[in-house]
């Protein structure tokens, strides 16, 4: 059974700082892990996802990587801003077959102080 | 471009009362769905999903259904509400067999 661990729950971090969120995974044999970001009382909003294939997946100040090996992958963010300020949730597939059935992680809350 | 609605936004219901929550997708056919619910403290569970009409996958036991009347059109059902029914409960789409999972803006329920 696949299950996905983010640490910490919850970070703050100064305004202006690099940070750098964990998700890890405990099944290796993933078709790919997605990114995603939930502002308070909203929907998913999709990031960045990284294909079994790939190591790195960039957007702008978001960087995700991905090292299926070891079951990591963290989400770079540089220079963090107010607007920043979320829950950053990892997703992985529950089977190699396509996407229908993604596990979560329970996410990180961050927050960046002005 | 495609848009995913829910309604209603927000629900307060009574245990015992019955339930539907509504999604509806545009701008896209044939696209896979998904019902997720959200509770408090706990991660994002897949509830069901739908590779297309009237064909729904259950991924866990409970008192809720799904039902998947027409392309593009997700509907959640209760016969009867339970306290633990209470969370935030999210609508996904994505193309078939591709990649990414886009969500609604949610529905949130509480169950007094």
């Known amino acids: 059974k696949q299950e996905v661990t983010q640490i910490p729950a919850a970070l703050s971090v100064p305004e202006g700082e690099n940070l750098v969120l964990n998700c890890s995974f405990t099944d290796s044999a993933i078709y790919n892990l997605q990114w995603f970001r939930q502002d308070p009382g909203k929907g998913l909003t999709s990031l960045l996802l990284i294909q079994s294939s790939q190591r790195e997946q960039t957007s702008g100040r978001l960087n995700a990587s991905l090292d299926k090996s070891s079951g990591r992958s963290t989400l770079y963010i540089a220079a963090s801003q107010p607007g920043d300020s979320a829950t950053y949730l990892c997703?992985?597939?529950?089977?190699?077959?396509?996407?229908?059935?993604?596990?979560f992680g329970t996410g990180t809350r961050l927050t960046i102080i002005p | 471009s495609q848009t995913i609605h829910q309604w209603p936004a927000t629900l307060v219901q009574p245990v015992g009362s019955p339930l539907s929550l509504e999604c509806t997708v545009e701008?896209?056919?044939?696209?896979?769905l998904y019902w997720y619910r959200q509770a408090a403290g706990r991660g994002l569970q897949l509830l069901f999903y739908?590779?297309?009409?009237?064909?729904i996958s259950s991924e866990v036991p409970q008192n809720l259904s799904a039902s998947r009347p027409q392309d593009r059109q997700f509907i959640l059902s209760s016969k009867k509400l339970l306290l633990s029914d209470s969370g935030f409960y999210l609508c996904?789409?994505?193309?078939?067999?591709?990649?990414?999972?886009?969500f609604g803006p949610g529905t949130r329920l509480t169950v007094l």
């Open positions: 739908s590779v297309g009409i009237g064909q």
């Open positions: 701008g896209t056919s044939n696209p896979n």
């Open positions: 996904a789409w994505s193309q078939r067999r591709a990649d990414t999972q886009y």
């Open positions: 997703a992985v597939p529950k089977s190699n077959f396509g996407n229908e059935k993604l596990t």
